[in-house]
């Protein structure tokens, strides 16, 4: 079965990087695509940044520039950098298969003065 464990949040004043994580258990994660999703307080879960099998990738139009997704196969991990963060990136961030329905338990980014 695979599972998705995301980690790296934290509070961050504006302006501020973090690096997020996604650690994906269980065989096959170099042929996913693999997407990072947010959902911040009474919105809904979006779609922000996704990279294919063969490392080609595309975000959403509020985090293009800022923010950076990669992946390490042998380690099958994908992360998230994030740069000059803002308030509204505040949300729980995570991570998964895109094709996959599982969510794991997501990480909190707090973005505050």
């Known amino acids: 079965q695979v599972q998705f464990v995301e980690s790296g949040g934290g509070l961050v004043q504006p302006g501020g990087s973090l690096r997020l994580s996604c650690v994906v258990s269980?065989?096959?994660?170099?042929?996913?695509?693999m997407g990072w999703y947010r959902q911040a307080p009474g919105k809904q879960r979006e779609l922000v940044a996704v990279?294919?099998?063969?490392?080609?990738?595309n975000y959403a139009d509020s985090v293009k520039g800022r923010f950076t997704i990669s992946r390490d196969n042998a380690k099958n991990t994908v992360y998230l950098q994030m740069n000059s963060l803002k308030p509204e990136d505040t949300a729980v961030y995570y991570c998964?298969?895109?094709?996959?329905?599982?969510w794991g338990q997501g990480t909190q980014v707090t973005v505050s003065s």
């Open positions: 990279i294919n099998s063969g490392g080609s990738t």
């Open positions: 998964k298969a895109t094709t996959f329905a599982s």
């Open positions: 269980g065989s096959g994660f170099s042929m996913y695509a």
